[in-house]
C-alpha cells in the first residue's frame, strides 16, 4: 500500500496539479509543497466553486489533511498572509492546521524590484517570470546570505543581516538597473510584523515528516511549476529557479528516496507554455487558438495567455524517466473532443541526443504522428465505458510513447471529473 505519493507537473506547469492533489488529499495526513513559491497557482474546482492557491498546500479544501511548506520553498510572508486570510473569510480554517519550515528563503520587497528590473534589462530576451521574486530569493539562498523565516521573529539578527543585505542591492536597484532605493527600516519594520503573525506557523516541518512516515501515515507532496521548468533539466535559462523533478522532494522537504512510494506524473492532453522561452510543438494557427480558447489557457497568477501546441512525447519520456514517474495522470482530454485530428510530437528530426538547453531547444523541428479525432464528449466523464474508442486508442498510444500507464484521466475542472484506473495510494 503506498503511503508516500509525489506528484509532479511534466512539461511547463499548468497541467492540473492543484486540481489532483485536492482529489487524492481527501484522505492523507498531509499535503506537502517542497519547492517553488506564490509563482505557482493551483486551481481547484469544487461544487462550482472556483479557488487558486498559491503556496498553500491544495489539501487544505479537505478538512483532516494538515498542510505543510518544507524548507525548499521561497515564502513571500505578505503574499502568505493575504492567501491564508481569502481562505479564511471564506470559512476554511488554515492557520491551525499550516506548518511552515523556519529554513524557508524569504521573499521581501527587494527580491520583488530586482526581478521586475532585471526582466526589463534583458529586454526581448526576457525569460517572462512571474514577476514575484523567485529567482531573486534563491539567489540569496545559493549566495549564502539570505533570510530564511526563522530570521523575522529576532529582531536583532534580522536588522543586523538585512543591513548589509540591502545595502548591496540598493546599490545595484539605483546604479544598476537605474530604480528607486528601499529604506532599510521600513523593509524591517515590515518584516518583524510578518514575523510576528507567522511565528506560531514556524516548526520543523522535516521532524515532521519523519515522525508520519515510520507511522505509517499519508503523505502527499505537492510540486509546483512543471519538469520542463526545471533549473537543471529544463528549457535553460527559460525556467524557474528550483528543481521542479523529483530531486526537489528530498531537498525541500528533507526526505530520502526509499521514503517515496509512488510519483503521479501530471500531464496534459497537448501541451501550453506561459512565458517566454523554446516550446518545439506550439502552434501559432488557428488548432492553436482554438485549444487556447477550449482550454481557457490563461495563467491562474498572471492572468497571461497561455501558448499552446501538440503533446510532446519525446519531452515527456524523457521527464518521466528523470523523475521515475510510477504512472500519468492525464489532464484536460476534454478540451480535444471534436477535433478531427489530434497529434504527436514523435522525435525531434535528426537528433538524438536531449536538447540542454534553449539554444539546443530552438533548433528542434518536431516530427508529428497524426491520430484521427474522437467525435463524442468525454467532458466530466466518470466511466471508462464511456470513453470514445478513437479517445482510448490516443491514450493506449501516449503510455505506448512513454513507457508508463496512465492510472488516472481527468476530464474537466471539477474534483469529480476522473476516471481513476489504478488510485496511487492503493498501489504496492
Ligand atoms: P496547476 O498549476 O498544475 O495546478 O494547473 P492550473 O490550475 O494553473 O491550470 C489548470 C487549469 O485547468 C485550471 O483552470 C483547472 O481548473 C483546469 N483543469 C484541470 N483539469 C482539467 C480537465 O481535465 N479538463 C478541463 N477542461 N480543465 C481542467
Ligand atoms: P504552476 O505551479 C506555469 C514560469 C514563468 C516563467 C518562468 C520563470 O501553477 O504550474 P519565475 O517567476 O518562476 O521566475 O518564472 O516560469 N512559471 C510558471 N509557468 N505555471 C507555473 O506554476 C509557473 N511558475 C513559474 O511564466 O516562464
Ligand atoms: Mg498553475
Not at 225 to 239: K, N
Not at 250 to 257: D, H, Q, R, V
Not at 369 to 386: A, C, K, N, P, V
Request: charged share 25%; glycine share 12%; aromatic share 6%.
Amino acid at each position: 500500500m503506498a503511503k508516500s505519493v509525489v506528484i509532479l507537473g511534466t512539461q511547463w506547469g499548468d497541467e492540473g496539479k492543484g486540481k489532483i492533489v485536492d482529489l487524492l488529499a481527501h484522505d492523507v495526513d498531509a499535503v506537502v509543497r517542497f519547492q517553488g513559491g506564490h509563482n505557482a497557482g493551483h486551481t481547484l474546482v469544487i461544487d462550482g466553486q472556483k479557488t487558486v492557491l498559491h503556496v498553500i498546500p491544495s489539501g487544505v479544501l479537505t478538512p483532516k489533511a494538515r498542510c505543510l511548506v518544507g524548507n525548499g520553498v521561497v515564502v513571500s510572508p505578505k503574499s502568505l498572509l493575504k492567501e491564508i486570510a481569502g481562505l479564511e473569510q471564506q470559512g476554511v480554517e488554515v492557520k491551525s492546521r499550516l506548518g511552515l519550515s523556519p529554513a524557508c528563503p524569504v521573499i521581501l520587497r527587494y527580491h520583488e524590484a530586482l526581478d521586475l528590473a532585471r526582466e526589463k534589462k534583458r529586454g526581448k530576451s526576457a525569460i517572462g517570470t512571474t514577476g514575484r521574486g523567485i529567482g531573486p530569493a534563491y539567489e540569496d539562498k545559493v549566495v549564502r546570505h539570505g533570510l530564511r523565516l526563522a530570521d523575522l521573529v529576532d529582531e536583532a539578527r534580522l536588522r543586523g543581516k538585512l543591513e548589509p543585505l540591502l545595502d548591496y542591492y540598493n546599490f545595484m536597484l539605483v546604479n544598476y538597473f537605474g530604480q528607486e532605493a528601499l529604506s532599510v527600516s521600513e523593509v524591517a519594520d515590515e518584516a518583524l510584523e510578518y514575523g510576528r503573525l507567522i511565528s506560531p506557523m514556524l516548526m520543523d516541518i522535516t521532524g515532521q515528516l519523519h515522525d508520519l512516515r515510520d507511522r505509517g501515515a499519508k503523505i502527499l507532496y505537492e510540486g509546483a511549476q512543471g519538469a520542463l521548468l526545471d533549473i537543471d533539466h529544463g528549457t535553460y535559462p527559460y525556467v524557474t529557479s528550483s528543481n521542479t523533478t523529483i530531486g526537489g522532494v528530498m531537498t525541500g522537504a528533507g526526505m530520502a528516496p526509499g521514503d517515496i512510494d509512488y510519483v503521479l506524473g501530471i500531464t496534459k492532453a497537448y501541451s501550453t507554455r506561459v512565458g517566454g522561452g523554446p516550446f518545439p510543438t506550439e502552434l501559432h494557427d488557428e488548432v492553436g487558438a482554438l485549444i487556447a480558447e477550449r482550454g481557457n489557457e490563461f495563467g491562474s497568477t498572471t492572468g497571461r495567455p497561455r501558448r499552446c501546441g501538440w503533446l510532446d512525447a519525446v519531452a515527456l519520456k524523457r521527464m518521466v524517466r528523470t523523475s521515475g514517474i510510477t504512472g500519468l495522470c492525464l489532464t484536460k482530454l476534454d478540451v480535444l473532443d471534436s477535433f478531427s485530428e489530434v497529434k504527436i510530437c514523435v522525435e525531434y528530426e535528426g537528433v538524438s541526443d536531449f536538447p540542454i538547453g534553449a539554444e539546443d531547444w530552438d533548433r528542434l523541428r518536431p516530427v508529428y504522428e497524426s491520430h484521427q479525432g474522437w467525435s463524442g464528449s468525454t467532458q466530466g466523464i466518470t466511466d471508462r465505458s464511456q470513453l470514445p474508442a478513437k479517445a482510448c486508442e490516443y491514450l493506449d498510444r501516449i503510455e505506448a510513447l512513454v513507457g508508463v500507464p496512465i492510472d488516472i484521466l481527468s476530464t474537466g475542472p471539477e474534483r469529480g471529473a476522473n476516471i481513476i484506473f489504478r488510485d496511487p495510494f492503493g498501489a504496492s
